[in-house]
């Protein structure tokens, strides 16, 4: 029996992976399946392999398991979205992904990755949270490193002129 964590996947709802380093996103159609973005080289359940991911421009949707593509790493529901936009229809959203099986798309880490694939699907909106924070976190160590800088820069001075 494969153990699936509560709540039970509906159709239509997004499946977030918790691989090493990332999160993995894919969308379940039902019957166990999922359908997700790989690298045209990933096995499923690659887990930290497929972190090479972020080199390759391309990718392929998916069809499989869900048990497959999560392999050892945890998973679960997470429509974090519905309270900010309103989700398309399961049969819609199955219809466009079903569609795109097989099909190769470009690939980006940064605008065109899973999580900006599933959130299309769903909402018809592109967006990835592990982008945004990312760079949110960049800019604050970049702001806090500037800062730091200043603040360097200013005792030293400080330093110069009392000599």
């Excluded at 080199?55 to 497959?68: G, P, R, S, T």
């Excluded at 999580?115 to 592990?130: I, K, P």
Aim: glycine share 8%; with cysteine.
């Amino acid at each position: 029996m494969m153990h699936v964590p509560f709540p039970e996947p509906k159709p239509g709802d997004l499946i977030e992976i918790f691989r090493p380093f990332y999160r993995h996103w894919a969308i379940y159609v039902g019957n166990g399946y999922v359908i997700h973005l790989a690298p045209p080289s990933e096995m499923a359940g690659a887990g930290a392999t497929s972190i090479m991911s972020a080199l390759i421009e391309k990718a392929i949707v998916k069809k499989e398991l869900l048990c497959d593509v999560a392999g050892r790493d945890k998973y679960q529901v997470n429509n974090k979205h519905d309270d900010k936009y309103t989700p398309q229809p399961p049969s819609k959203i199955i219809q466009q992904a079903e569609e795109l099986v097989g099909q190769e798309v470009p690939y980006k880490l940064t605008s065109e990755n899973c999580e900006h694939f599933v959130n299309e699907l769903r909402y018809g909106v592109a967006r990835s949270d592990q982008v945004r924070d990312v760079i949110m976190a960049a800019g604050i160590t970049g702001l806090g490193l500037a800062t730091l800088g200043l603040i360097g820069a200013m005792f030293s001075r400080n330093k110069k002129q009392k000599q």
